[in-house]
């Protein structure tokens, strides 16, 4: 089932790296482009492309506001006090749905109801729009895709991975496989770099196994939809549902593609691609040498290769702030390994977390403590976890009790100052009442 869509406002597709002219078409403007619009692959297979899954959100404009990766809790006050009592937080961030889109997602939950596979914590309108566009709204194909999905969830056992899987060689993993997430681009999306050229396999696979590296993934994957998301989302005052990401491909050569290296990215990719899709807003590849350039032909419908002059093309994109100063940006974070040990971003934030925490606990949409797992680097030691210690969960009810109990006082005042306004209005009126009855009094006696 193929749909027309809206229009969306901006999109750059660069389909160049060589230096050449020709090899440089750029698309700027989204009113410029029809969506869903059709591109030919090899032996003419035709790809549906689809406009970002934020569009349907009125995203700002990429060149809006810089956006911080440690917000205040004034601001995240703000934000609480501009959606008030009568609207939850959880529809605030999740932003108006497309009404085109939300009918064909209805359809599809039916479909999946009807034949046994929905299950209440992956019915969420966002998790089924995701697998009906990576399917072009096909509904039949989007619901084997979704069926192999809750399979896959299942038997890989994500669920409890992601609660108790422990990846204490991380930091050693890193230093042979540079990779990670610093900040967010201008619109808010979080950013994902990795350093392709840096990677030494065998050093890897002295460190780590095979099978612990797709577990990983698998958990920063968890951690980016529970976590990572919901906390731009807040700062961006928007719904975010998908990752700009950076490959650094300097230095990568046939070397690169050995054996163990193809089976991990094959691994990998099959995870994103099956489990997680529709989560990539835009892939860079930066630094692209000739070794690399031969493959590009593949992937330039998809893809913006930009050779090695990319900075000011990234640095539309995200922010120097948000971008390592190895990519053109003014970023050296501090601390053991640089920029891609710190995980930089609002996800960190204690103050976000705690206010994540808090909607999970007075939303029923997230009541099962499973949907709020969160894998991180260090474990599983994050809100939400299911493995909060008693310390935590106590100062969680404390704060949901705090809101609850500012919200009765703001409530009572509320009420005394309408009825205040009331007195005042019925003070005025015998004010003026009074004041024309001596002036009628002041008329007589002069008469």
Not at 358 to 383: H, K, Q, W
Not at 408 to 421: F, P, V, Y
Request: glycine share 6%; proline share 4%; charged share 25%.
């Amino acid at each position: 089932m193929f749909r027309p869509k809206r229009q969306s406002r901006e999109i750059v597709i660069s389909k160049g790296g060589s230096g050449r002219a020709e090899d440089n078409q750029e698309i700027s403007g989204w009113n410029n482009c029809k969506f869903p619009y059709l591109i030919k692959g090899k032996a003419n297979k035709k790809k549906i492309i689809h406009p970002p899954i934020e569009s349907h959100f009125l995203l700002p404009a990429m060149k809006s506001e810089r956006r911080s990766s440690s917000p205040s809790i004034s601001s995240m006050m703000s934000v609480l006090k501009r959606i008030g009592r009568n609207t939850s937080l959880k529809m605030t961030l999740e932003g108006a749905h497309d009404p085109n889109d939300e009918e064909v997602v209805n359809k599809f939950r039916e479909v999946l109801f009807l034949e046994g596979h929905l299950l209440g914590k992956r019915n969420d309108y966002h998790t089924l729009l995701r697998f009906l566009r990576m399917r072009d709204f096909d509904i039949p194909k989007a619901k084997d895709m979704f069926v192999n999905y809750i399979k896959w969830r299942e038997e890989y056992r994500v669920d409890a991975i992601a609660k108790e899987f422990k990846f204490e060689e991380v930091g050693e993993v890193k230093n042979c496989y540079p990779h990670g997430f610093h900040g967010v681009d201008r619109v808010g999306r979080p950013v994902y770099i990795e350093r392709l050229g840096m990677v030494n396999m065998d050093a890897l696979l002295e460190v780590t196994k095979m099978e612990r590296l797709v577990k990983y993934h698998v958990c920063e994957q968890e951690k980016t939809m529970i976590l990572r998301y919901p906390a731009c989302s807040i700062i961006a005052k928007t719904h975010i549902a998908s990752t700009t990401s950076i490959l650094d491909v300097k230095g990568v050569g046939m070397s690169s593609f050995s054996k163990p290296a193809r089976y991990l990215f094959m691994e990998i990719q099959k995870i994103d691609s099956n489990y997680y899709p529709e989560t990539l807003h835009r892939l860079y590849i930066v630094n692209a040498g000739s070794g690399f350039r031969m493959l590009w032909k593949v992937l330039k419908p998809f893809l913006d290769v930009l050779g090695d002059s990319y900075k000011s093309e990234l640095l539309e994109t995200v922010d120097p702030s948000n971008l390592p100063s190895f990519l053109g940006g003014s970023c050296s974070c501090s601390g053991h390994g640089g920029c891609l040990f710190s995980d930089k971003g609002p996800w960190n934030n204690p103050e976000i977390q705690d206010l994540l925490q808090v909607l999970a606990v007075t939303e029923e949409g997230y009541d099962d403590a499973d949907n709020t797992s969160l894998a991180s680097e260090d474990g599983l030691a994050t809100p939400g976890s299911g493995q909060i210690d008693q310390r935590r969960q106590e100062e969680v009810v404390k704060k949901l009790e705090n809101i609850q109990a500012l919200e009765a006082a703001l409530l009572e005042a509320n009420t005394k100052l309408e009825a205040l306004e009331t007195a005042l209005e019925d003070t005025k009126k015998v004010v003026k009442g009074l004041s024309q009855h001596i002036h009628q009094t002041l008329n007589f006696c002069i008469d």
